[in-house]
């Protein structure tokens, strides 16, 4: 700063002219007292100011210093112009080296380099978010940075060039990594759980069904056997009629041979066989519900025919003293696949008749209405409930409490999809005054007409 003395008041010796007298020189040196003391209080203002200056100064450092994010102000031509410290930690070179280095410098690969160019040092730019590049760390490795940039105005509002702070993702992203890959891990291993629970069950499924294959046929074997021996019998009996033997021979033949008892066996030898091969044929006919997806068409149909079918076929395999109390409308006329519902009924009605196997009186109330556009059936029977614990997995695939032979735990879980893809909805409970009680709703068709046919296929 320099002190100016205005001119008009400025005197020199040389232009005091000669014999001025003594007046004039008290004069000058007042003036000049006045200067001095002027001179004095400008110095003092500027060792002030300067101070002040010093501080904020050493407060922009330390809060430079200190931050933890990396920082770096560049010019409009793209040259670094400033960096703060950790800026110079990461990098390994001093803020002498990098200032007035193109800010592309910075970067370990061609990539980042290319990016830096074209997104964080543009003059006038919009401001970056989150622009991850690879920063070139002091051992020549790099690190990945994730940078945010803000264009840097002058007085006048012209764009001076960018502030960009930043950080390394290095540990974030590490960390993200693991996280992912112990989540594939999980998927994997319920994936797993999910088939060993499969094969078990399948396991499961192959013991009931050779367990209950196994009587019918060894019975059906057995019938075959006899059947033969018989044969033989009566081929040599007929041998001998054919023959013309004469009828003492006959008779004596026919009291050996047993012929008598052998046609009286015939018939339920026969029965019996017919029996098993149905038994037989019934198991596999199980069997197909749950393989086989049913493609039966969408079509109208009596939904209240449909349960009265599907009562009666697990009654008639049933031969207890199950009762079936039936509350039902004259009709319910429903749009989508009898076939399908009648797998859903009938497996309500199996639960109900297996859960009360060990009632003195096992009884099932089914009982229908409609409510809102949907026709609602309840299942009410008066077994022993579901176990509270259980009630979350009843439509779990493969969860039963049958044993080996009698259930597969797919019942409730097949028909769960059905239902739904009626867009109806099913669901079970335990009964206030005891027992199970599963509801089950499904919407009415659109235009309610007469119901046609009843619709339930065997
Ligand atoms: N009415 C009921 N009372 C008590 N428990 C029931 C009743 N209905 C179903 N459950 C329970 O729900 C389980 C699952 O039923 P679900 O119909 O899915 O399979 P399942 O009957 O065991 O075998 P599947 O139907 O494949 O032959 C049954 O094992 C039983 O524990
Ligand atoms: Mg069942």
Not at 64 to 72: H, K, N, R, Y
Not at 341 to 360: C, E, F, G, R
Not at 387 to 402: I, S, Y
Not at 415 to 436: C, D, K, Q, T
Request: hydrophobic letters at 40%; glycine letters at 10%; charged letters at 25%.
């Amino acid at each position: 700063m320099t002190l100016r003395v205005p001119m008009d008041e400025a005197l020199h010796w040389s232009q005091v002219p000669e014999g001025v007298g003594e007046g004039v020189w008290i004069q000058v040196i007042q003036k000049m007292e006045e200067v001095y003391n002027d001179l004095l209080q400008y110095e003092v203002a500027l060792e002030e100011k300067n101070a002040a200056l010093e501080a904020s100064q050493r407060f922009i450092e330390s809060v430079l210093g200190s931050m933890s994010d990396i920082l770096l102000v560049s010019g409009r031509d793209g040259a670094i112009e400033d960096v703060n410290h950790s800026l110079v930690k990461l990098t390994g070179r001093s803020e002498q080296e990098l200032r007035g280095q193109p800010v592309a410098e910075l970067f370990a690969d061609a990539a980042s380099r290319e990016q830096a160019t074209r997104i964080l040092v543009r003059p006038g730019g919009d401001p970056v978010h989150d622009l991850e590049l690879q920063l070139r760390a002091a051992d020549g490795s790099a690190i990945p940075v994730s940078l945010n940039g803000t264009p840097r105005h002058g007085p006048t509002g012209r764009v001076l060039g960018m502030v960009v702070t930043g950080r390394p993702v290095g540990e974030l992203r590490r960390a993200y990594d693991g996280l992912r890959e112990a989540h594939e891990k999980l998927k994997r291993a319920q994936q797993q759980l999910v088939h060993a629970e499969k094969m078990a069950s399948l396991g499961r499924l192959v013991a009931g069904v050779a367990h209950e294959l196994n009587n019918p046929i060894s019975f059906v074997l057995g019938n075959v056997y006899s059947l033969q021996r018989y044969t033989a019998r009566l081929a040599r009996y007929l041998g001998a009629v054919h023959r013309g033997a004469p009828p003492a021979e006959l008779a004596a033949l026919r009291a050996e041979l047993r012929i008598d008892r052998v046609i009286e066996d015939l018939q339920p030898l026969i029965e019996g066989t017919i029996e098993g091969a149905e038994r037989t044929r019934a198991i596999v006919d199980g069997l197909k519900r749950f393989s086989a997806v049913d493609r039966e068409e969408r079509r109208r149909f009596d939904l209240t025919a449909v349960v009265r079918s599907a009562i009666h076929w697990v009654a008639k395999a049933a031969k207890t003293n199950f009762e079936v109390e039936l509350h039902l409308p004259p009709a319910l006329e429903l749009e989508g696949s009898p076939g399908q519902l009648q797998q859903v009924l009938m497996n309500l009605v199996q639960n109900a008749h297996d859960a009360t196997a060990a009632q003195p009186a096992p009884r099932l109330e089914v009982a229908a209405r409609v409510e809102g556009g949907a026709a609602v059936l309840e299942f009410h029977d008066n077994g022993p409930g579901i176990e509270p614990e259980n009630l979350p997995r009843l439509f779990d695939p493969f969860f039963t409490t049958k044993p080996v032979g009698k259930g597969t735990g797919l019942g409730l879980a097949i028909s769960y999809g059905i239902v739904e893809r009626h867009g109806g909805a099913l669901s079970a409970a335990n009964h206030p005054r005891g027992g199970a009680l599963f509801t089950l709703r499904l919407p009415l068709a659109a235009a309610p007409g007469a119901a046609t046919d009843g619709g339930a296929g065997g």
